[in-house]
T-cell receptor, first 111, second 109 residues
Framework: NAGVTQTPKFRILKIGQSMTLQCTQD?????MYWYRQDPGMGLKLIYYSVGAGITDKGEVPNGYNVSRSTTEDFPLRLELAAPSQTSVYFC??????????FGPGTRLTVL | RKEVEQDPGPFNVPEGATVAFNCTYS??????FFWYRQDCRKEPKLLMSVYSSGNEDGRFTAQLNRASQYISLLIRDSKLSDSATYLC??????????FGSGTRLLVRP
């Protein structure tokens, strides 16, 4: 099992550009999550999903969108990138909503 | 008040030392608790779950005190490889975890 995979590993965006961060898990987990982690800070929940077709906002959803068309994939879309979105983005999944397994992260810089 | 609070550290200890971290949480209805470990520039990984009766895994011991709303992590015989940030995590609902900001541990030779 590959677990949770994320692409790309690194990305530099210009202000106003858009991009999609990909996340895939092969553990057949129902729950999936997107977090951001700013330097020296804890993880903040952006969006989460409890199953295919169901998504909901977390703590910091503004500027982001998600979709969940399959159990395996949970892409995060950034529209109109801003410097405040410079961060490390982690995708995670869990089976019953407890222990979460994380992907390796995407380091995003917006200049 | 933050939902989950941790001392950011760093805790700087020599190899072989015993070190303990505490974490407090604000919601008395919290259902489950975890310690995660995060190495520099890496993803968080589950270290151990924390049960009401306490639990031990090798050199690591986790305790839960529901009355005072805190959990603790004790590391015995510290190794250089224990250097990392330790995240206290609380489950507030059936699917959502709240992460503390982490306590940084540095183990020196």
């Amino acid at each position: 099992n590959a677990g949770v995979t994320q692409t790309p590993k690194f990305r530099i965006l210009k202000i106003g550009q858009s991009m999609t961060l990909q996340c895939t898990q092969d553990m057949n987990h129902n729950y999936m999550y997107w977090y951001r982690q700013d330097p020296g800070m804890g993880l903040k929940l952006i969006y989460y999903s409890v199953g295919a077709g169901i998504t909901d906002k977390g703590e910091v959803p503004n500027g982001y969108n998600v979709s969940r068309s399959t159990t395996e994939d949970f892409p995060l879309r950034l529209e109109l990138a801003a410097p405040s979105q410079t961060s490390v983005y982690f995708c995670a999944s869990s089976y019953q909503g407890n222990e979460q397994f994380f992907g390796p992260g995407t380091r995003l810089t917006v200049l | 008040r933050k939902e989950v609070e941790q001392d950011p550290g760093p805790f700087n200890v020599p190899e072989g030392a015993t070190v303990a971290f505490n974490c407090t949480y604000s919601n008395s209805a919290s259902q489950s608790f975890f310690w995660y470990r995060q190495d520099c520039r890496k993803e968080p990984k589950l270290l151990m779950s924390v049960y009401s009766s306490g639990n031990e895994d090798g050199r690591f011991t986790a305790q839960l005190n529901r009355a005072s709303q805190y959990i603790s992590l004790l590391i015995r015989d510290s190794k250089l490889s224990d250097s990392a940030t330790y995240l206290c995590v609380v489950n507030y609902s059936s699917y959502k975890l709240i992460f503390g900001s982490g306590t940084r541990l540095l183990v020196r030779p």
